[in-house]
């Protein structure tokens, strides 16, 4: 009995050890999959993206080009979604989400004054807008505490 214990422990042994030599220099398998998750994702907001691409390109409207810009601001393409939400405007000048929308890419990208412009855009047009409001408020603190840090000679990246 004690012999085919030692062969189940020796064989144990050397299969945990074949696993890890054979696996040590793969991804794990966390890492693996959020490979894979990334890359259809990647395909997945392409895919999307040349839909509303062509769509706006056949008929542009309003929401092909709120659709396109939210789905640029989903992927941290700001500069994008802003292109989209001003050719929204454009067709609809009095719809203040699309300024709040605005106002956040230009929040990300850290453009304050037209941040805070496209804020009070959309409170013009509906001053209960709360999001809105919240914006500007965020903007006027945020300028005060770059205005301390700069008296203090700190740079806006380590005020953050």
């Known amino acids: 009995m004690k012999t085919k214990q030692t062969y189940a422990l020796v064989l144990f042994f050397t299969i945990g050890f074949f696993n890890h030599s054979?696996?040590?220099?793969?991804?794990?398998?966390?890492k693996a999959l959020q490979q894979v998750?990334?890359?259809?994702?990647?395909?997945?907001?392409?895919?999307?993206?040349e839909k509303l691409k062509q769509i706006i390109e056949q008929s542009p409207s309003?929401?092909?080009?709120?659709?396109?810009?939210?789905?640029?601001?989903?992927?941290?393409k700001n500069k994008e979604a802003i292109r989209n939400y001003?050719?929204?405007?454009?067709?609809?000048?009095?719809?203040?989400?699309l300024f709040t929308s605005?106002?956040?890419?230009?929040?990300h990208l850290g453009f304050y004054d037209a941040s805070k412009a496209?804020?009070?855009?959309?409170?013009?047009?509906?001053?209960?807008?709360?999001?809105?409001?919240?914006i500007v408020q965020y903007i006027d603190k945020k300028k005060e505490v770059?205005?301390?840090?700069?008296?203090?000679?700190?740079?806006?990246?380590?005020?953050?």
């Open 22 to 30: 054979v696996f040590a220099n793969l991804p794990s398998s966390s």
């Open 37 to 49: 998750s990334q890359a259809m994702e990647d395909n997945k907001f392409k895919k999307i993206e």
């Open 62 to 76: 309003k929401h092909a080009y709120v659709e396109l810009a939210s789905l640029y601001l989903s992927q941290n």
């Open 86 to 97: 001003q050719e929204a405007t454009l067709l609809d000048p009095t719809d203040s989400k």
């Open 102 to 107: 605005m106002s956040i890419a230009y929040l």
């Open 118 to 134: 496209m804020a009070e855009q959309a409170l013009t047009l509906e001053p209960t807008l709360t999001h809105a409001g919240k």
């Open 146 to 160: 770059l205005a301390k840090a700069a008296k203090a000679g700190k740079t806006d990246k380590e005020v953050d």
